[in-house]
C-alpha cells in the first residue's frame, strides 16, 4: 500500500514540475502575440544581448545590460522593456501598449512581460532563482527577493517564483497568493 502511494506522489510531483516549466513558456508564446506588430503607427525596438544597449523612439524604449557570461533581450511595441543579467544568467523584459517590464538577476533565469495601459511587471529575485511576472491592463506585478515574495495588484497579472514555490494571480478584481515557500 505504501509503494503505491510513493508512486502517486511521485507522478504528482512530475505533474508540478511539468506544469512549472510549460506554463511560463505559454505565458511569454501569448506576450510574444499580443506585442506584435499591429499597427503602422507602433514604435517596435528591439534591444539584444552587449554589454549594454538602449534604444529610444516614440513611445517606445528598451534597455540591456549583461556581463560576458550572460544574455539578455528587451523587446518594447509602445513600451518601456530593460533586461540585465550577471554571472551566467538570462533575462528577458517584453513591453507593449503603454506597458513598462523589467527584469534582472545573476545566475538565474527571469522574465518580465507586460502589455496594457499603466500596466508594469518588475522580476529582481534572489541570485540564481527562476521567475517570471506577467502584467495586462493596469496590472502590477512583482517578483522579489524569497523574503520579498511576490505581489499581483490592479488589473489581471501573475507572478511565479518557482525556485521558492511563490505564486500570485490577480483577476483586476480579486487576488490570490501562496504564502509557502519550498525549502
Known amino acids: 500500500m505504501s509503494s503505491g502511494r510513493f508512486v502517486v506522489v511521485g507522478i504528482v510531483g512530475e505533474f508540478k514540475r511539468m506544469a512549472a516549466m510549460a506554463g511560463p513558456v505559454a505565458v511569454l508564446g501569448i506576450a510574444a502575440a499580443l506585442l506584435t506588430p499591429g499597427t503602422a503607427s507602433a514604435t517596435d525596438l528591439v534591444c539584444t544581448p552587449g554589454a549594454q544597449s538602449t534604444a529610444l523612439e516614440g513611445k517606445s ?13 528587451a523587446r518594447a511595441l509602445d513600451g518601456v522593456a530593460f533586461a540585465r543579467a550577471e554571472l551566467g544568467g538570462a533575462a528577458l523584459g517584453l513591453a507593449g501598449g503603454g506597458g513598462v517590464a523589467a527584469a534582472e538577476t545573476k545566475s538565474g533565469t527571469v522574465a518580465a512581460v507586460s502589455t496594457g495601459a499603466d500596466s508594469v511587471s518588475i522580476v529582481s529575485p534572489d541570485t540564481g532563482a527562476l521567475a517570471l511576472a506577467v502584467s495586462l491592463d493596469r496590472g502590477q ?6 523574503d520579498e515574495g511576490v505581489q499581483c495588484h490592479a488589473g489581471a497579472g501573475l507572478a511565479v517564483n518557482v525556485t521558492t ?12 497568493s501562496s504564502v509557502v515557500a519550498l525549502p
Open 141 to 146: 506585478t512583482f517578483v522579489g527577493t524569497a
Open 61 to 73: 524604449a528598451c534597455g540591456v545590460q549583461t556581463d560576458g557570461t550572460s544574455n539578455a533581450y
Open 165 to 176: 514555490g511563490q505564486v500570485c494571480l490577480s483577476d483586476g478584481v480579486r487576488s490570490w
